[in-house]
Each structure stands twice: as structure tokens, then as C-alpha cells.
């Protein structure tokens, strides 16, 4: 079965630094393009960053400079390096991978996980 299992949330203080981890099963990895997706309470879902399978990454404006997307093909996983959050940044993150072209077709999402930024 497609897995895409998420970790790293939890409650941070301003200022602080998380890694999340989203590790994929099921799928063959290395053909999806691989998002992070947040949505605040009260708020749409927003895209927060994305890595194409040649490694091409973007960032939102808001977290340009101190988010990182970046992935391991051999661990089939995608991270998201968080640092000098912000409260704003509070919120549920999502991973996506999307397979678009090819036999395996595939949109795949993980179940979420609560990042808090808080003092």
C-alpha cells in the first residue's frame, strides 16, 4: 500500500528550528515531485515548498530564507528544514507527492502533523 508517513512536528518557541521527515512507501520515489502544504487554523491550505526529481526546489515567499526543502531518493523521503520560526508559521503541515506522467500515475497525502511556534 502507498505510505507516506510524516514526523518531526511539536511545539517550538519562537526562534526555534524543526526538521520534518515524510517517508514514502509504495510509490517509486524517485518519479514524484514531492510538496509540504500547511494550513492554519481559519485558514486555506498554502503551499509551503516543492522538489522536483531532478532536485529543482522553491519556496513560498513567506518562508524563503529560512525553510529548506530537500530529498534523499535512497530513503524514498522528503524533509522540510524549519528555522527561525515565527508564530505564523503554526499550523498543520502536509507532505504531497504527485506523479503526473508515466504508467504510475499517482496524488498521494499524508496524514498531517501540528508544528507550533509558541512562548
Known amino acids: 500500500q502507498v505510505q507516506l508517513v510524516e514526523s518531526g512536528g511539536g511545539l517550538v518557541q519562537p526562534g526555534g528550528s524543526l526538521r520534518l521527515s515524510c517517508a514514502t512507501s509504495?510509490?517509486?520515489?524517485?518519479?514524484?515531485?514531492m510538496f509540504w502544504y500547511r494550513q492554519a487554523p481559519g485558514k486555506q491550505r498554502e503551499l509551503v515548498a516543492g522538489?522536483?526529481?531532478?532536485?529543482?526546489?522553491n519556496h513560498a515567499e513567506s518562508v524563503k530564507g529560512r525553510f529548506i526543502i530537500s530529498r534523499d531518493n535512497s530513503k524514498g523521503t522528503v524533509y522540510l528544514q524549519m528555522n527561525s520560526l515565527k508564530p505564523e508559521d503554526t499550523a498543520v503541515y502536509y507532505c504531497?507527492?504527485?506523479?503526473?506522467?508515466?504508467?504510475?500515475?499517482?496524488?498521494?497525502w499524508g496524514q498531517g502533523t501540528q508544528v507550533t511556534v509558541s512562548s
Open positions: 504531497h507527492a504527485v506523479n503526473k506522467v508515466g504508467l504510475e500515475r499517482g496524488d498521494y
Open positions: 509504495g510509490i517509486g520515489f524517485p518519479f514524484y515531485a
Open positions: 522538489i522536483e526529481i531532478d532536485g529543482r526546489a
